[in-house]
């Protein structure tokens, strides 16, 4: 019952922003940090003007350039 108030009481700890580590024989052996559940918020516009798409960007691809992509080889003319 004693292990179960001191394991609370770190977790406590530990859920307050507290790093707690624990050592075996003055080594230490196991760190308890507390977790980050809260995700961070991406800021939109972050490039601003520094990022330009072509206007034909989803324009279909050249069949010999779409051949290559595909590990496809074109057989070339005979001269």
């Known amino acids: 019952m004693r292990r179960k108030r ?12 507290e790093e707690i580590t ?5 080594v230490p052996v196991v760190c308890l940090v507390p ?7 991406r800021k939109l516009g972050a490039y601003g003007d520094t990022i ?10 050249l069949s010999a350039i779409l051949d290559a992509l595909e590990g496809l080889r074109r057989r070339r003319r005979k001269k």
């Open 52 to 61: 330009k798409i072509a206007d034909d960007f989803d324009a279909p691809l």
């Open 35 to 41: 977790v980050h559940t809260q995700k961070l918020m």
């Open 22 to 26: 624990i050592a075996s024989s003055g």
């Open 6 to 17: 001191s394991v609370r009481r770190l977790l406590r700890s530990v859920a307050a922003g």
